[in-house]
Protein backbone atom coordinates (compact mmCIF):
# COMPACT_ATOMS: atom_id res chain seq x y z
CA UNK A 1 0.00 0.00 0.00
CA UNK A 2 0.86 3.78 0.10
CA UNK A 3 2.42 5.50 2.36
CA UNK A 4 -0.87 7.14 3.39
CA UNK A 5 -3.24 4.05 2.45
CA UNK A 6 -6.75 5.71 0.87
CA UNK A 7 -9.23 3.58 3.26
CA UNK A 8 -12.96 3.18 2.65
CA UNK A 9 -14.74 2.67 5.63
CA UNK A 10 -18.45 1.42 6.94
CA UNK A 11 -19.85 1.36 10.18
CA UNK A 12 -18.05 3.94 12.16
CA UNK A 13 -20.97 4.97 14.27
CA UNK A 14 -20.66 1.70 15.22
CA UNK A 15 -19.28 0.35 18.43
CA UNK A 16 -16.85 -1.81 16.63
CA UNK A 17 -16.37 0.49 13.81
CA UNK A 18 -15.41 3.69 16.35
CA UNK A 19 -12.80 1.65 17.48
CA UNK A 20 -11.08 0.77 14.10
CA UNK A 21 -11.13 3.67 12.59
CA UNK A 22 -9.52 5.38 15.74
CA UNK A 23 -6.63 3.12 15.59
CA UNK A 24 -6.46 3.59 11.97
CA UNK A 25 -6.56 7.42 12.06
CA UNK A 26 -3.77 7.18 14.75
CA UNK A 27 -1.71 4.94 12.06
CA UNK A 28 -1.90 7.43 9.23
CA UNK A 29 -4.54 6.12 7.23
CA UNK A 30 -6.96 8.46 5.03
CA UNK A 31 -10.20 7.19 6.01
CA UNK A 32 -13.44 7.68 3.98
CA UNK A 33 -16.74 6.64 5.97
CA UNK A 34 -20.60 5.93 4.73
CA UNK A 35 -22.25 7.78 7.04
CA UNK A 36 -26.09 7.66 6.79
CA UNK A 37 -27.48 10.98 5.86
CA UNK A 38 -29.56 10.93 8.57
CA UNK A 39 -26.99 10.23 11.48
CA UNK A 40 -26.49 13.15 13.45
CA UNK A 41 -22.45 14.08 13.30
CA UNK A 42 -22.41 13.58 17.01
CA UNK A 43 -22.52 10.23 16.72
CA UNK A 44 -19.02 10.19 15.48
CA UNK A 45 -17.34 11.78 18.80
CA UNK A 46 -13.74 12.52 18.45
CA UNK A 47 -13.57 11.10 14.50
CA UNK A 48 -15.73 13.78 13.31
CA UNK A 49 -12.16 15.54 12.48
CA UNK A 50 -10.00 12.18 11.99
CA UNK A 51 -11.70 11.36 8.74
CA UNK A 52 -13.33 12.24 5.57
CA UNK A 53 -17.68 11.72 5.34
CA UNK A 54 -19.61 10.63 2.74
CA UNK A 55 -23.14 10.77 3.22
CA UNK A 56 -24.59 7.38 1.55
CA UNK A 57 -26.79 4.59 3.46
CA UNK A 58 -25.84 0.75 2.78
CA UNK A 59 -29.49 0.31 1.52
CA UNK A 60 -29.29 2.62 -0.87
CA UNK A 61 -27.65 -0.21 -3.45
CA UNK A 62 -28.09 2.24 -6.30
CA UNK A 63 -26.46 5.13 -5.01
CA UNK A 64 -23.25 2.99 -3.45
CA UNK A 65 -22.69 1.97 -7.08
CA UNK A 66 -22.65 5.09 -8.23
CA UNK A 67 -19.93 6.21 -5.39
CA UNK A 68 -18.01 3.65 -5.87
CA UNK A 69 -17.82 3.67 -9.93
CA UNK A 70 -15.64 7.16 -9.30
CA UNK A 71 -13.64 6.06 -6.32
CA UNK A 72 -10.02 4.65 -6.00
CA UNK A 73 -9.44 2.83 -2.66
CA UNK A 74 -6.17 1.06 -1.32
CA UNK A 75 -8.29 -0.60 0.83
CA UNK A 76 -12.16 -1.02 1.82
CA UNK A 77 -12.91 -1.95 5.86
CA UNK A 78 -16.86 -2.89 5.68
CA UNK A 79 -18.07 -3.13 8.94
CA UNK A 80 -21.44 -2.00 8.30
CA UNK A 81 -24.40 -4.01 9.04
CA UNK A 82 -28.15 -4.54 10.37
CA UNK A 83 -27.25 -6.16 13.30
CA UNK A 84 -29.39 -8.87 15.46
CA UNK A 85 -32.15 -8.35 17.29
CA UNK A 86 -33.15 -4.47 15.58
CA UNK A 87 -36.51 -3.86 13.91
CA UNK A 88 -35.74 -4.24 10.78
CA UNK A 89 -37.26 -6.48 8.05
CA UNK A 90 -36.13 -8.85 5.78
CA UNK A 91 -35.25 -6.60 2.69
CA UNK A 92 -33.46 -4.18 4.87
CA UNK A 93 -31.26 -7.04 6.28
CA UNK A 94 -30.92 -8.21 2.55
CA UNK A 95 -29.48 -4.39 0.98
CA UNK A 96 -27.33 -4.07 3.99
CA UNK A 97 -25.68 -7.15 5.27
CA UNK A 98 -26.41 -9.00 1.36
CA UNK A 99 -26.27 -6.39 -1.36
CA UNK A 100 -24.31 -3.66 -0.05
CA UNK A 101 -21.38 -6.24 0.73
CA UNK A 102 -21.58 -7.47 -2.62
CA UNK A 103 -21.07 -4.09 -4.48
CA UNK A 104 -18.46 -3.05 -2.12
CA UNK A 105 -16.26 -6.33 -2.82
CA UNK A 106 -16.98 -6.03 -6.73
CA UNK A 107 -15.23 -1.98 -6.33
CA UNK A 108 -12.47 -3.74 -4.22
CA UNK A 109 -12.22 -6.69 -7.11
CA UNK A 110 -12.33 -4.26 -10.04
CA UNK A 111 -10.05 -1.62 -8.37
CA UNK A 112 -7.71 -3.90 -6.48
CA UNK A 113 -8.31 -3.27 -3.23
CA UNK A 114 -7.76 -5.12 -0.53
CA UNK A 115 -11.86 -5.97 0.94
CA UNK A 116 -11.73 -6.75 4.54
CA UNK A 117 -15.22 -8.25 5.71
CA UNK A 118 -16.34 -7.95 9.13
CA UNK A 119 -18.55 -10.91 9.78
CA UNK A 120 -20.13 -12.71 12.92
CA UNK A 121 -19.26 -16.39 14.76
CA UNK A 122 -22.74 -15.93 14.92
CA UNK A 123 -22.35 -17.46 10.82
CA UNK A 124 -21.71 -20.88 13.34
CA UNK A 125 -24.98 -20.04 14.98
CA UNK A 126 -25.64 -18.56 18.40
CA UNK A 127 -24.85 -21.70 20.01
CA UNK A 128 -22.08 -23.59 17.58
CA UNK A 129 -22.57 -27.42 16.97
CA UNK A 130 -19.15 -28.41 18.12
CA UNK A 131 -16.78 -26.70 20.56
CA UNK A 132 -14.67 -25.03 20.10
CA UNK A 133 -16.36 -23.48 17.03
CA UNK A 134 -13.77 -23.37 13.48
CA UNK A 135 -13.55 -22.11 9.97
CA UNK A 136 -14.90 -25.97 9.01
CA UNK A 137 -17.45 -25.58 11.40
CA UNK A 138 -21.23 -25.94 10.63
CA UNK A 139 -23.21 -23.00 10.03
CA UNK A 140 -26.74 -22.26 11.24
CA UNK A 141 -29.32 -20.25 9.86
CA UNK A 142 -31.12 -19.48 12.99
CA UNK A 143 -31.16 -16.08 12.64
CA UNK A 144 -31.99 -12.96 10.06
CA UNK A 145 -28.52 -11.71 11.35
CA UNK A 146 -26.70 -15.21 11.56
CA UNK A 147 -28.10 -15.89 7.66
CA UNK A 148 -27.57 -12.65 5.86
CA UNK A 149 -23.94 -13.21 6.98
CA UNK A 150 -23.47 -16.73 6.10
CA UNK A 151 -24.52 -15.61 2.36
CA UNK A 152 -21.96 -12.72 2.39
CA UNK A 153 -19.45 -14.43 3.75
CA UNK A 154 -19.79 -16.76 0.43
CA UNK A 155 -20.14 -14.06 -1.82
CA UNK A 156 -17.18 -13.00 -0.35
CA UNK A 157 -15.24 -16.15 -0.97
CA UNK A 158 -16.69 -16.55 -4.53
CA UNK A 159 -15.09 -13.12 -5.80
CA UNK A 160 -11.98 -14.14 -3.84
CA UNK A 161 -12.03 -17.06 -6.14
CA UNK A 162 -11.99 -14.33 -9.01
CA UNK A 163 -9.25 -12.06 -8.19
CA UNK A 164 -10.56 -10.14 -5.12
CA UNK A 165 -8.16 -9.56 -2.30
CA UNK A 166 -10.02 -10.03 0.84
CA UNK A 167 -9.97 -11.45 4.19
CA UNK A 168 -13.04 -12.33 6.55
CA UNK A 169 -12.76 -11.03 10.59
CA UNK A 170 -15.55 -13.03 12.44
CA UNK A 171 -15.06 -11.29 15.88
CA UNK A 172 -17.29 -12.98 19.04
CA UNK A 173 -19.66 -10.78 21.43
CA UNK A 174 -17.49 -7.75 21.66
CA UNK A 175 -16.87 -5.33 25.09
CA UNK A 176 -15.45 -2.29 26.00
CA UNK A 177 -15.34 1.35 26.62
CA UNK A 178 -18.45 2.56 24.97
CA UNK A 179 -20.38 -0.67 24.63
CA UNK A 180 -23.98 -0.90 25.17
CA UNK A 181 -24.87 -4.49 24.06
CA UNK A 182 -25.16 -7.91 25.90
CA UNK A 183 -21.60 -7.13 28.33
CA UNK A 184 -23.42 -4.28 29.57
CA UNK A 185 -26.92 -5.98 30.22
CA UNK A 186 -25.02 -8.48 32.16
CA UNK A 187 -23.19 -5.69 34.46
CA UNK A 188 -26.77 -4.31 35.19
CA UNK A 189 -28.39 -7.29 35.71
CA UNK A 190 -25.49 -8.61 38.41
CA UNK A 191 -25.43 -4.97 40.12
CA UNK A 192 -29.09 -5.74 40.33
CA UNK A 193 -29.02 -9.05 41.09
CA UNK A 194 -31.81 -10.03 38.47
CA UNK A 195 -29.11 -12.00 36.47
CA UNK A 196 -30.14 -15.69 36.84
CA UNK A 197 -27.45 -18.53 36.16
CA UNK A 198 -28.12 -22.37 35.39
CA UNK A 199 -26.69 -24.83 37.87
CA UNK A 200 -24.45 -25.91 35.37
CA UNK A 201 -20.73 -24.51 34.06
CA UNK A 202 -21.16 -22.27 31.49
CA UNK A 203 -18.27 -20.95 29.04
CA UNK A 204 -18.40 -17.92 27.23
CA UNK A 205 -15.94 -16.72 24.81
CA UNK A 206 -15.55 -12.30 24.42
CA UNK A 207 -13.63 -10.32 22.50
CA UNK A 208 -12.06 -7.12 23.88
CA UNK A 209 -12.84 -4.17 21.00
CA UNK A 210 -8.99 -2.81 21.23
CA UNK A 211 -7.84 -6.42 20.66
CA UNK A 212 -10.39 -7.02 17.33
CA UNK A 213 -9.39 -2.88 16.17
CA UNK A 214 -6.06 -4.35 15.96
CA UNK A 215 -6.87 -7.27 14.17
CA UNK A 216 -8.02 -5.26 11.60
CA UNK A 217 -4.71 -3.01 11.59
CA UNK A 218 -2.53 -6.37 11.19
CA UNK A 219 -4.97 -7.52 8.01
CA UNK A 220 -4.29 -3.83 6.76
CA UNK A 221 -0.43 -3.54 7.21
CA UNK A 222 0.76 -7.37 6.98
CA UNK A 223 0.91 -9.23 4.17
CA UNK A 224 -1.91 -11.63 4.71
CA UNK A 225 -2.76 -14.12 2.26
CA UNK A 226 -6.26 -13.79 0.62
CA UNK A 227 -9.14 -16.04 1.38
CA UNK A 228 -8.11 -16.41 4.85
CA UNK A 229 -11.19 -16.08 7.53
CA UNK A 230 -9.88 -15.18 11.16
CA UNK A 231 -12.16 -15.53 14.29
CA UNK A 232 -10.97 -12.97 16.58
CA UNK A 233 -11.65 -13.69 20.25
CA UNK A 234 -9.52 -13.23 23.72
CA UNK A 235 -7.21 -16.39 24.16
CA UNK A 236 -9.62 -18.26 26.32
CA UNK A 237 -13.13 -18.48 26.95
CA UNK A 238 -13.80 -17.68 30.71
CA UNK A 239 -16.52 -19.60 33.19
CA UNK A 240 -19.75 -17.12 33.10
CA UNK A 241 -19.91 -17.98 37.21
CA UNK A 242 -16.65 -16.09 37.45
CA UNK A 243 -17.01 -13.78 35.41
CA UNK A 244 -20.38 -12.85 37.33
CA UNK A 245 -18.81 -13.46 40.67
CA UNK A 246 -15.80 -10.98 39.62
CA UNK A 247 -18.70 -8.65 38.62
CA UNK A 248 -20.22 -8.65 41.54
CA UNK A 249 -16.96 -8.29 43.73
CA UNK A 250 -15.98 -5.43 41.81
CA UNK A 251 -19.57 -3.44 42.39
CA UNK A 252 -20.54 -4.88 46.00
CA UNK A 253 -17.17 -6.90 47.54
CA UNK A 254 -18.80 -10.26 47.34
CA UNK A 255 -19.61 -12.95 45.43
CA UNK A 256 -22.75 -12.98 43.47
CA UNK A 257 -25.97 -14.73 45.53
CA UNK A 258 -25.81 -18.33 45.64
CA UNK A 259 -29.61 -18.07 45.54
CA UNK A 260 -29.80 -16.80 41.80
CA UNK A 261 -28.43 -20.50 40.65
CA UNK A 262 -30.83 -22.55 39.25
CA UNK A 263 -31.69 -25.18 37.49
CA UNK A 264 -30.53 -25.29 33.74
CA UNK A 265 -33.97 -27.00 32.86
CA UNK A 266 -35.66 -23.61 32.81
CA UNK A 267 -33.26 -21.80 30.47
CA UNK A 268 -34.10 -24.91 27.91
CA UNK A 269 -38.12 -24.44 28.50
CA UNK A 270 -37.17 -20.70 27.99
CA UNK A 271 -35.83 -21.08 24.84
CA UNK A 272 -37.76 -23.58 23.49
CA UNK A 273 -40.88 -21.57 24.29
CA UNK A 274 -39.08 -18.39 22.80
CA UNK A 275 -37.86 -20.10 19.60
CA UNK A 276 -41.81 -21.43 19.14
CA UNK A 277 -43.21 -18.04 19.26
CA UNK A 278 -40.13 -17.12 16.45
CA UNK A 279 -38.38 -14.68 18.71
CA UNK A 280 -34.82 -14.80 17.70
CA UNK A 281 -33.83 -12.42 20.87
CA UNK A 282 -35.20 -14.17 23.75
CA UNK A 283 -33.93 -17.52 22.14
CA UNK A 284 -30.59 -16.02 22.05
CA UNK A 285 -30.45 -14.58 25.28
CA UNK A 286 -31.73 -17.94 26.86
CA UNK A 287 -29.27 -19.95 24.96
CA UNK A 288 -25.96 -17.07 25.71
CA UNK A 289 -26.25 -17.58 29.43
CA UNK A 290 -26.97 -21.56 30.22
CA UNK A 291 -25.00 -22.97 27.23
CA UNK A 292 -21.19 -23.16 26.22
CA UNK A 293 -20.13 -20.54 23.11
CA UNK A 294 -16.19 -20.88 22.30
CA UNK A 295 -13.82 -20.84 19.57
CA UNK A 296 -10.38 -21.99 18.36
CA UNK A 297 -8.58 -19.00 17.99
CA UNK A 298 -5.33 -20.42 17.60
CA UNK A 299 -4.38 -19.47 13.80
CA UNK A 300 -5.99 -15.87 14.89
CA UNK A 301 -3.15 -15.37 17.61
CA UNK A 302 -0.49 -17.22 15.15
CA UNK A 303 -0.94 -14.96 12.15
CA UNK A 304 -1.86 -11.31 13.02
CA UNK A 305 0.57 -11.67 16.26
CA UNK A 306 -1.92 -10.20 18.97
CA UNK A 307 -1.60 -9.77 22.17
CA UNK A 308 -2.62 -12.56 24.66
CA UNK A 309 -4.68 -10.36 26.89
CA UNK A 310 -6.73 -11.91 30.06
CA UNK A 311 -10.76 -11.49 29.74
CA UNK A 312 -11.41 -11.24 33.09
CA UNK A 313 -9.12 -8.36 33.87
CA UNK A 314 -10.04 -6.80 30.71
CA UNK A 315 -13.64 -6.77 31.87
CA UNK A 316 -13.12 -5.12 35.06
CA UNK A 317 -12.61 -1.89 33.06
CA UNK A 318 -15.49 -1.75 31.58
CA UNK A 319 -17.26 -2.76 35.62
CA UNK A 320 -15.12 0.27 36.61
CA UNK A 321 -17.08 2.79 33.09
CA UNK A 322 -20.16 1.56 34.41
CA UNK A 323 -19.41 2.39 38.37
CA UNK A 324 -18.69 5.92 36.83
CA UNK A 325 -21.23 6.67 35.26
CA UNK A 326 -24.24 4.94 37.97
Known amino acids: MSEHPRVLITGVTGFIGQHVARLLATEKFHLTALVRPTTP ?11 Q ?8 ING ?22 RRANRAMYERVNVQA ?21 GVFGAIPLELPANDQSPRQHDSLYHSTKIRAEALVQ ?5 GLDAVIVRPAITYGSGDDGFPQTLIRM ?12 VLIHLTEVKLLARAFLRLLSDDIPSGRAYIVADPEPVSLPALT ?41 F ?5 HWFFDVEDTYADLRLPRIKTLAEFMNLVDEYRRKD
Do not use: N
Not at 190 to 201: I, M, S
Open 287 to 291: QLISR
Open 41 to 51: VSRLGDLADKL
Open 101 to 121: TEQLAISARETGARFIFCSSV
Open 158 to 162: RLALE
Open 190 to 201: VDRRRLFLPARP
Open 64 to 85: LKEYLAAQQFDAIVHIGAVRGG
Open 53 to 60: VVRLALDD
Open 245 to 285: DAIHERLHDRPYPRSRVVSGHWFDMGASIARKLKKETWTAR
